[in-house]
T-cell receptor
Framework: KAGVTQTPRYLIKTRGQQVTLSCSPI?????VSWYQQTPGQGLQFLFE???????NKGNFPGRFSGRQFSNSRSEMNVSTLELGDSALYLC??????????????FGEGSWLTVV | GDSVTQMEGPVTLSEEAFLTINCTYT??????LFWYVQYPGEGLQLLLK?????DKGSNKGFEATYRKETTSFHLEKGSVQVSDSAVYFC????????????FGKGTSLLVTP
């Protein structure tokens, strides 16, 4: 069974540009969430989607957005990139419609460097 | 708000030593608790979880017991191996935060031969 797949794995962008990251969840999983990992702030929750609807959102500026497609695949977009957006972006998926206590499986992440 | 506090390390142990990584939490409701592990250059892997008080999660020789009275979820392993070298994250999720995972800062573990 394939795990959570994220693309691209590594990318370098320039300040002011925008970036789109993609995530394919485990087959059958309908919940997809995104996390940002930085050395300073650690792991922080960005947002979660279920059945194409944003169900939960973390405390990030509006430059960070996401969406989910009917096949459960998800994308996140960061516009007007800042140096501080350099991070590992992790996508995770889970099976159950009702959250809480569910096992969340993570992908290997997309490493974004903003120069 | 909810928070997770864990010893930051780095923790350096010799192979076959006993491991304890402390984790305490604050939560407004009744959280589920998790330990995730991150190997160098990789994403997070769920190591174990517990969903209610007094539950014990276990996997690959690691154990942690959900202690509501001390709001703790300490990770233990009786005999570590070099392959256990990684960063370990304690996390909680609960209804008040829409079940998003709230992570501690992570504890780096290095096991030497």
């Amino acid at each position: 069974k394939a795990g959570v797949t994220q693309t691209p794995r590594y990318l370098i962008k320039t300040r002011g540009q925008q970036v789109t990251l993609s995530c394919s969840p485990i087959s059958g999983h309908r919940s997809v969430s995104w996390y940002q990992q930085t050395p300073g702030q650690g792991l922080q929750f960005l947002f979660e989607y279920f059945s194409e609807t944003q169900r939960n959102k973390g405390n990030f500026p509006g430059r960070f957005s996401g969406r989910q497609f009917s096949n459960s695949r998800s994308e996140m977009n960061v516009s007007t990139l800042e140096l501080g957006d350099s991070a590992l972006y992790l996508c995770a998926s889970s099976l159950a419609a009702s959250p809480g206590g569910n096992t969340i499986y993570f992908g290997e992440g997309s490493w974004l460097t903003v120069v | 708000g909810d928070s997770v506090t864990q010893m930051e390390g780095p923790v350096t142990l010799s192979e076959e030593a006993f491991l304890t990584i402390n984790c305490t939490y604050t939560a407004t409701g009744y959280p589920s608790l998790f330990w995730y592990v991150q190997y160098p250059g990789e994403g997070l892997q769920l190591l174990l979880k517990a969903t209610k008080a007094d539950d014990k999660g276990s996997n690959k020789g690691f154990e942690a017991t959900y202690r509501k009275e001390t709001t703790s979820f300490h990770l233990e392993k009786g005999s570590v191996q070099v392959s256990d070298s990684a960063v370990y994250f304690c996390a909680l999720s609960e209804a008040n935060s829409g079940y998003a995972l709230n992570f501690g800062k992570g504890t780096s573990l290095l096991v030497t031969p």
